[in-house]
């Protein structure tokens, strides 16, 4: 709008003031001298007050130009009539002015503050002229009485919009290929198909994989399809129905249906190790024992016995190269805690010669499972005596024998065991030894049958036999130290030789020195013996670690008493 548009309202409002201050300059010409200047000061502050509310009328005016031009034209109208209605007040409030020259004079000021308010709204209406024209119709006293109609704010700057709405595109398309963009990736490890395998082994080979089991690949594509692909998302195939000359044939890798078709479009796929390669050989059979091991121990007090397999030998079959390297086929059975007798059906692998498991993919078994029979026994403990067997060479003697262990831990039926109270090995060979023997001995050879060691410290006892060299020394034996033994009562026996005897002891030199030959137990045995003169062998005490040399006697007369 333009400001001649709102010039009817400032003139009504002028008109209105002029109105109201004659008739108040007639009414009260004849009052107040003294409170002019209040009165003045009053009307100053009116004024100012009507500036301030006329000014926040236009900005609040101007906020809300976006509602409506009838809504802005109403307000400016209201603003108008306040003004009036204040100027009024405010010429009431003039009864003690001193004269009326200076009450004109001061309602002159406030016509022209007046104006000024009148040429404040005229602007605004200026500036919200460009978002509103249907204001043209006002009647006289300046009240609109046309509404502007309200446009379509769809179509409005309907050419803006679509602009905006491209510009938008654009800048979507470019962020996107910029934070979608091509990138290149290596998946390692996809694992390799075999197809048509049949081709190989109908005519009675057999193939091993020597090369290309794994693809890795080089993987191209957007950011989004690439950055979360791994091996499962792949799938590689070799066809073995089309091997070259060397047993080798290409690997295709494409997506799974783990990726969208509309992502694996765009993705390209180049595998690093391109070929699988195939060792091809003639299947053969070989037989192999089967052979258990068992885990655990068996509950306190028992043992298990001799493990039974069935079928205790199986037929391995498979290429020669990894067949020659077999030598068993092994099941393993847990038994920790049993005390009666087990059987189980358990899985058999075969075993190469380096103790290490064969790939099942690369033989067949004639039975994948045995059966184990695992007896179990009670237990008991028993000690070992070890003694010597021949005779060590001319000088020398057996200073000790020691064996470990000392005890032993066997098992059976419980009516044998209550039979063994020891075991005894009585066959360690001496003869004509002249240095110590130490020997390994298997107890097992030792027990009765069906009884077994269950120590877990094995079966074998070691045995050490230590030799020394003898010594020899004489020791005196007089005849009153002789006793006779075994003699009747009625017979008188007396030792006819008067002359002390030289013994001979043989020993070890410690065990010799100190020896009293008394503490020997010299005797001469004459049981049975008839009235005579006899010549009888001298008895002594001996022990292992000395002898009496020789063989010494004396002569002995037997008598009968006098009548």
């Known amino acids: 709008m333009s400001k001649k548009r709102n010039k009817p309202a400032n003139e009504t ?24 200047d209040e009165t003045s000061g009053k009307t100053e502050d009116s004024v100012d007050e009507m500036t301030t509310k006329t000014e926040d009328s236009v900005d609040e005016t101007t906020t809300e130009t976006d509602d409506s031009t009838e809504e802005t034209l109403a307000k400016t109208d209201d603003s108008a009539e306040e003004i009036a209605e204040k100027t009024e007040n405010s010429a009431e409030e003039t009864d003690n002015l001193v004269n009326t020259d200076n009450l004109s004079g001061r309602a002159s000021n406030s016509y022209w503050d007046t104006d000024t308010l009148a040429e404040t709204t005229d602007n605004l209406y200026a500036g919200s002229g460009n978002l509103y024209s249907n204001t043209d119709n006002l009647t006289g006293d300046g009240h609109p009485v046309t509404v502007k109609k309200k446009k379509n704010i769809l179509l409005d700057n309907l050419g803006l ?86 047993n080798s044939t290409t690997i295709e890798v494409t997506l799974n249906n783990t990726v969208l078709p509309n992502r694996s479009k765009k993705v390209s796929i180049t595998p690093i190790n391109q070929y699988v390669t195939l060792s091809i050989e003639e299947e053969v059979e070989k037989s192999v024992p089967v052979r258990v091991i068992t885990t655990g121990s068996a509950a306190n007090g028992y043992a298990i016995g001799s493990v039974i397999p069935t079928p205790n030998m199986i037929t391995v079959s498979g290429p020669e190269s990894v067949l020659s390297n077999i030598v068993e086929a092994r099941a393993v059975v847990d038994v920790n805690g049993s005390y009666e007798d087990i059987e189980r059906v358990v899985r058999v692998g075969c075993i190469d010669g380096y103790g290490a498991a ?49 005890t032993v831990v066997i098992a059976g039926d419980k009516e044998i065991l209550d039979t063994i109270s020891s075991i005894d090995i009585k066959d360690v060979l001496v003869t004509d030894a002249t240095t110590n023997i130490e020997k390994n001995l298997d107890i097992v050879e030792y027990l009765p049958s069906n009884v077994f060691v269950a120590d877990s410290t094995g079966s074998e006892i070691a045995v050490s036999v230590e030799l020394g060299e003898l010594m020899e020394q004489e020791k005196v034996l007089n005849p009153g130290d002789i006793r006779i033994t075994g003699g009747a009562y009625e017979m008188n026996y007396e030792i006819l030789d008067p002359q002390p005897l030289k013994i001979k002891i043989q020993g070890f030199e410690e065990d010799i020195t100190d020896i009293d030959i008394v503490s020997l137990n010299p005797r001469v045995n004459v049981e049975g013996l008839k009235a005579g003169k006899y010549d009888l062998e001298i008895e002594f005490d001996t022990s292992e670690t000395y002898t009496i040399k020789d063989t010494y006697k004396v002569k002995i007369e037997v008598t009968e008493p006098n009548p």
């Open 358 to 406: 064969v790939e099942k993919d690369n033989v067949t078994l004639s039975a994948s499972e045995v059966t184990i029979t695992i007896p179990v026994y009670e237990t008991k403990e028993v000690p070992v005596n070890v003694t010597t067997a021949g005779k060590v060479h001319e000088g020398y003697g057996i200073r000790s024998i020691n064996f470990e262990p000392s």
């Open 161 to 246: 919009k679509i602009l905006a709405l491209m510009c938008s595109f654009v800048i979507w398309f470019v962020v996107m290929n910029l934070e979608d963009g091509v990138v290149t990736k290596t998946v390692y490890d996809i694992p390799v198909q075999m197809e048509n395998g049949d081709a190989i082994t109908d005519r009675g080979n057999l193939y091993n994989i020597t090369e290309g089991e794994k693809v890795d690949v080089i993987v191209k594509g957007p950011r989004s399809t690439v950055e979360n692909l791994e091996a499962e998302n792949f799938d590689a195939v070799a066809d073995l129905s089309h091997l070259s000359v060397t």
């Open 13 to 36: 409002a002028r008109n209105k003031l002029n109105e109201i201050a004659e008739k108040k300059q007639v009414e009260q010409a004849d009052n107040t001298t003294t409170d002019a």
